[in-house]
């Protein structure tokens, strides 16, 4: 695709003047992370991502990081109750006005839910799937490093930080996430099946979800999503390859 053709406010080709929350769904190492850091920056989008909310929480031994602390380094999901008051703050705030990207929200039904009751049909819901297999999923995982200051996600095997042991764009000392070891990711991934997959048959059922292939290089993925958007609904159960 043509990257002047794809509009930089994603709601105005197709005249719906409703704000957009963009849901970015799939299993941990799907490359959410990552697609939304790109879109955010592109359609000046905040990025909400839980997983970072809750990692800083962690960091910083707040009563919210010392409730959700056990959950994150079992693999586990941390309770709705406090996911959602989570979001619920984040997305009230100025810089959602036009538009936002979830990752890593909603992970359960009644996560969706929640949001469905908190936007109260304000915000037109865009769900995107990122589709990668488990055991591709593995191989990425036991690689990643990320960023804990600016949240840039690399790969040692396939995009290495040109920084080194650092982060090619603050310069911070990149880390391995202590639940991306074997043992939990394998718990992580159970939890995605049973908790987080049937939100794919939930948001279609409500015409609202697409899906891209994962498996492909970064920037063929950000072009499908980029074409999604620009279309600004999907189709019934549509793909992109
Ligand atoms: P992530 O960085 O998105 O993989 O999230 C890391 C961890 O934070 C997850 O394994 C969960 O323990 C917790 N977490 C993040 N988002 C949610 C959510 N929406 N619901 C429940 N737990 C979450």
Redesign the pocket.
């Known amino acids: 695709m043509n990257r002047s053709s794809v509009s930089r406010n994603p709601q105005s080709n197709n005249g719906d003047l409703r704000k957009m929350a963009i849901v970015l769904l799939g299993p941990?190492g799907a490359g959410k992370?990552t697609q939304a850091r790109k879109l955010g920056a592109r359609y000046n989008f905040p990025r909400i991502?839980?997983?970072?909310i809750?990692?800083e929480a962690v960091k910083n031994e707040t009563v919210l990081g010392k409730k959700?602390r056990r959950?994150?380094e079992a693999?586990?999901?941390?309770p709705?109750v406090l996911?959602d008051a989570i979001v619920k703050a984040r997305v009230a705030r100025k810089d959602c006005a036009s538009g936002f990207i979830l990752?890593?929200?909603?992970?359960?039904i009644h996560?969706a839910e929640f949001l469905e009751r908190i936007l109260s049909g304000k915000h037109k819901i865009l769900a995107i799937g990122i589709r990668v297999r488990n055991d591709v999923l593995l191989d990425r995982l036991a690689g990643r490093w990320t960023c804990p200051k600016c949240a840039k996600i690399f790969n040692a095997d396939s995009r290495p930080s040109s920084g080194g042991s650092s982060c090619d764009e603050c310069d911070s000392p990149l880390v391995h996430r202590k639940?991306d070891s074997a043992s939990i990711v394998e718990e992580?991934l159970l939890v995605y099946h049973k908790e987080t997959e049937p939100l794919i048959q939930y948001y279609q059922s409500r015409g609202c979800y697409a899906e891209v292939d994962g498996e492909r290089p970064v920037d063929k993925i950000y072009r499908s999503l980029t074409g999604l958007l620009r279309a600004g609904k999907p189709n019934r159960h549509s793909t992109v390859a």
């Not at 991502?49 to 970072?52: V, Y």
């Open positions: 941990p992370g991502s839980t997983g970072d809750l990692r959700a959950y994150m693999g586990d999901l941390v709705d996911v990752d890593g929200y909603p992970r359960t996560q639940d992580r």
